[in-house]
């Protein structure tokens, strides 16, 4: 027993401890000044945590509509697609004034998460308990997507359970029992449904394309075990159905309205470019609104994976079924149609090929199962030349186009060399020493190593806001609104002159007038528009109102920052609320309250 768990302990620990030191490293809070928000993070996410601490510990009935809101709208949508990961409750145990810091580390726990859920895989599926595990496993928690989409935590859910989901597929295969299935792929659903449909197309083209072509018990055909899949799936859908169904009424009037769904027959770019996100360091802020997709892993799984359509001891058919799904995945990742597929028929907006974690997972484990094949049968050296001269030619054709791949710095180009290097020569001594105990941990190391610099490399190419840029807006808004609610117990909104994102209202808990959700309902954002206001696919924003729209939308209060600065010991700084709009309207409003930084009015 103890054999199993401490290779999984490390699987956990592992991701965590290279994480943490990042962390800490660039001073995130809650270990600095800095935080982990950027872009949506920052802009728009925060703000819902804020909303989800709020409703779940003080208005419950928030969960099914805000007015918080724009102008108040249905909530269930924004829950079943931003909120409902389990990790979230940790948010419950701190004060708002720590969200930062609790998404930090919130991060830091996915990332272990996920490192844990692929070496549970790996020894249930292969009974596997050795060091190598440790290295794939640490692999697929700070793969490529993972780091991209850091910053879209609530996609991360999705890499945790789609080990244990292709878990329960295998057990169906082997008729074994549908309940973790059926467990795993319902929480899926629950957890983010966006995220699920595009585990349920992998699982279904897994199932129908790789499933006839592997070894099956003798005593049940193939349409036994596909009918039982069948089953188990629509249980797991009818078990989801009380989030899945108000949700799809809720993208009817939301995101299906206003989405671009163009359907063209055409490559999105050259398809070996793919190539160049093989190497350490492939990402920075210009791949988030048009880049290729994320599929960064180790060098020795990209070896293996190259090995396993050689290997002539592994099952032609398997092989064939495999090519056939990986043809599959690269067509998705460069082929319109099939990206629009994968996406629910919308085109994303920003963080393209959102599924490319689905096939990073896909090259881990069969480069898995490629290393499996070597331990048991030996290297091939033949299928070994190959496969090394395969990758050697992709790795020459990077450097030929390396001034085409922007992201791509050429220190990081050698790096990739080195690691791809060292990675043939542990290969090679596998081939030698099967069963040496210091080559698997050598293993481990390299492909921690190797991850742990690109973690390191790609999120170096981000920029961060401070932890006082939320926290300290926070701390000012929230004692104005409350002072407000003590006065007015009536029903009215709320504007502000200032603003740090279009969701302020969510963090500050009043009832506001604009909004920054994929959720928002169309008829909102047109008659923004209709009346002037700034408007768009996912958001309004109520900036330069009149006197006639803020008796007509009852924004009864007004919130503005005082043209004062803060002395310091060391200078005058401006203050810290930004101004958003002029309003001469607040002349002739009545002052109500006012402090330091701020003054409220009130119509």
């Known amino acids: 027993m103890k054999s199993k768990r401490y290779p999984l302990i490390l699987c956990f620990l592992i991701p965590i401890i290279v994480t943490v030191g990042y ?13 982990i928000l950027t872009v949506d993070m920052g802009q728009q996410y925060i703000d819902f945590f804020a909303h989800y601490r709020d409703t779940l510990l003080h208005n419950p009935s928030g969960i099914l509509y805000s007015f918080a809101k724009g102008l108040g709208g249905d909530m269930f949508g924004t829950w079943s697609y931003y909120l409902m990961s389990p990790v979230n409750l940790l948010i419950l145990l701190f004060p708002i004034s720590m969200l930062p810091s609790v998404l930090a580390l919130m991060t830091i726990l996915k990332y272990g998460l996920a490192g844990l859920s692929f070496g549970y895989f790996l020894q249930k599926k292969y009974q596997a308990t050795d060091w190598p595990v440790i290295g794939f496993s640490v692999s697929y928690a700070l793969m490529g997507w993972m780091v991209a989409n850091q910053l879209n935590m609530l996609w991360i859910d999705a890499a945790i359970l789609l080990p244990i989901i292709f878990l329960g597929i295998d057990n169906i295969l082997k008729h ?17 449904y966006y995220m699920g449909w595009m585990v349920a197309i992998f699982v279904s083209a897994y ?64 398809p070996l470019d793919i190539l160049g996100k093989f190497i350490n360091g492939s990402f920075d802020f210009k791949q988030l609104p048009n880049g290729t997709a994320n599929i960064f892993v180790a060098s020795i799984i990209i070896i293996l994976f190259a090995y396993y359509y050689l290997s002539p001891t592994i099952k032609g058919r398997l092989r064939i079924a495999s090519f056939a799904l990986t043809v599959f995945f690269v067509l998705s990742m460069c082929f319109q149609p099939l990206d629009l597929f994968w996406h629910g028929m919308q ?40 496969s ?30 080195i690691y791809l290097i060292l990675s043939i020569g542990l290969i090679v001594f596998y081939g030698l020493y099967r069963k040496n105990i210091l080559l698997s941990i050598a293993m481990a190391i390299l492909m921690t190593g190797e991850m742990s610099l690109n973690f390191v490399n790609s999120l170096n190419n981000i920029s961060y806001l401070n932890n006082s840029d939320y926290t300290k807006f926070a701390s000012i808004t929230r004692p104005l609104v409350d002072k407000i609610k003590q006065s007015d117990k009536g029903f009215y909104r709320t504007g502000e002159t200032f603003s740090r994102t279009k969701n302020d209202a969510l963090t500050a808990g009043f009832n506001g007038g604009s909004i920054f959700s994929s959720t928002l309902e169309s008829a909102t954002s047109n008659f923004f528009g209709n009346i002037g206001q700034p408007n768009g696919d996912a958001y309004v924003f109520y900036s330069n109102g009149t006197m006639f729209t803020d008796s007509l939308l009852s924004m009864k209060y007004w919130m503005n920052e005082r043209p004062v600065t803060i002395k ?36």
């Open 23 to 35: 962390f800490i490293f660039r001073h995130f809070a809650p270990f600095g000044n800095s935080s």
């Open 176 to 192: 074994q029992s549908t309940k973790l299935y059926i467990i795993s792929f319902t929480a899926m659903l629950v957890i983010n």
């Open 347 to 386: 085109l994303p907006v920003w963080y393209p090929y959102r599924f490319s974690f689905i096939f990073s997972f896909w090259m881990i484990l069969t480069a898995f199962e490629a290393f499996k094949d070597i331990l048991t049968n030996g290297l091939h050296w033949k299928t070994f030349i190959g």
């Open 388 to 417: 090394t001269l395969i990758i050697l030619i992709g790795m020459i054709y990077i450097g030929t186009k390396i001034k085409s791949f922007e992201y791509l710095k050429p220190e990081n180009y050698v790096w990739g060399w």
């Open 568 to 603: 310091t010991s060391q200078k005058t700084m401006p203050q810290f609320l930004s101004t958003l709009t002029s309003k001469p309207d607040l002349s002739i409003y009545d002052l109500t309250s006012q402090t330091k930084l701020t003054n409220t009015y009130k119509m």
């Open 207 to 270: 199932m129908v394309v790789f499933g006839i072509a592997r070894a099956l018990p003798t005593s049940y055909s193939y349409g036994k075990i596909f009918y039982r899949w069948i089953k188990a799936s629509l249980i797991s859908g009818i078990l989801s159905a009380w989030i899945l169904i108000p949700t799809f009424f809720s993208l009817l009037t939301s995101k299906t309205n206003y989405s671009k769904n163009e359907f063209r027959v055409r490559f999105e770019y050259n």
